[in-house]
């Protein structure tokens, strides 16, 4: 497999790196492509298959493992499979993209190490885990059993940050999307001014 660049944004659910990830999505000078994964979860919300993730059943993604497809795949939560496919890389490659990831931290972390020079592992830091039960709460797409199985899993995750090639606070949306982007352009050898007024 060889190809453009990938950019992995990695945090505990809650932390904001899906909305910087969707906001580096639209600068066209970057040439970013999002990897879409697959999970054996349920369904949220508007989510649409193939577009949020490949919604597989668990018998499904467990024949994908089984058959070396995965790049990573972790069960990130118990019977909720996620994974990275080859398949997806490969074709956003083929067509000449940057390849963006929004996914866990050790499926982050395992790309990084697979394709050490290839990849800009960004970890996204909330302020604190009790802004991160805040904004879950907010969100209210889930029971709180799943909002505390996903605070429960925050703390384990933040302790990695230190692995990653760079730590962006989210603090202050503005400032973090506006950090995000001028790490990325200057990984992916982009002129983030020609998007500036
Ligand atoms: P959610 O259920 O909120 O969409 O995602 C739960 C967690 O799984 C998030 O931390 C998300 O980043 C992670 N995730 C999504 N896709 C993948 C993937 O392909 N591989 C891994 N390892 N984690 C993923």
């Known amino acids: 497999m060889k190809g453009g660049k990938l950019i992995i944004f990695s945090a505990p659910s809650g932390s904001g790196k899906t909305t910087i990830v969707k906001h580096l999505l639209k600068q066209p000078e970057l040439n970013l492509a999002f990897s879409v994964s697959a999970t054996s979860r349920a369904r949220r919300g508007k989510e649409k298959d193939g577009e949020h993730y490949y919604f597989l059943h668990v018998s499904e993604f467990k024949k994908h493992i089984k058959n070396d497809n995965f790049l990573e795949w972790e069960e990130v939560y118990r019977d909720n499979f996620y994974g990275t496919l080859k398949s997806e890389v490969e074709r956003l490659w083929a067509e000449g993209k940057n390849v963006i990831f929004d996914i866990d931290v050790v499926g982050g972390l395992r790309i990084k190490k697979k394709f050490p020079k290839e990849t800009l592992a960004v970890f996204v830091k909330p302020p604190s885990v009790d802004e991160l039960k805040i904004r879950l709460k907010k969100r209210s797409t889930e029971s709180d059993d799943k909002i505390n199985m996903r605070i429960a899993k925050a703390s384990v995750e933040l302790a990695t940050a230190p692995q990653f090639d760079i730590i962006i606070n989210n603090y202050d949306l503005?400032?973090?999307?506006?950090?995000?982007?001028?790490?990325?352009?200057?990984?992916?050898?982009a002129d983030k001014s020609i998007n500036e007024e």
């Open 174 to 189: 503005e400032t973090a999307l506006n950090e995000a982007h001028t790490l990325v352009a200057d990984f992916v050898g």
